[in-house]
């Protein structure tokens, strides 16, 4: 069974930037897209950025540019860099595979972009 664990949220100003982390407690390496979600009170979870196992990355239009995706398949993590945050950014953040499985879900971590 795969455990997800989030971590790098934090606050930050706008325009600042963050590190999450993600890491696997079991090997993820034959899921082959995996993604980062977000979701802020009263809205639905979201995706924000996936990656293919091969390497390709997609990004939702409200986050490209600004976050970068990737994969250390040696160390089974997923991380996402995260510049210019904007204060709708503010979000709680999950990692899991693309489509979700729901066994996958995490605490998440929690990002608040605020001056």
């Known amino acids: 069974q795969v455990q997800l664990v989030e971590s790098g949220g934090g606050l930050v100003q706008p325009g600042g930037s963050l590190r999450l982390s993600c890491a696997a407690s079991?090997?993820?390496?034959?899921?082959?897209?995996m993604g980062w979600y977000r979701q802020t009170p009263g809205k639905e979870r979201e995706l924000v950025a996936r990656?293919?196992?091969?390497?390709?990355?997609y990004y939702a239009e409200i986050v490209k540019g600004r976050f970068t995706i990737s994969r250390d398949g040696a160390e089974n993590t997923i991380y996402l860099q995260m510049n210019s945050l904007k204060p709708d950014d503010t979000a709680v953040y999950y990692c899991?595979?693309?489509?979700?499985?729901?066994?996958?879900w995490g605490q998440g971590t929690q990002v608040t972009v605020s001056s």
């Open positions: 899991n595979a693309v489509p979700a499985i729901y066994n996958f």
């Open positions: 079991g090997s993820i390496f034959s899921i082959p897209v």
């Open positions: 990656i293919v196992r091969t390497g390709n990355t």
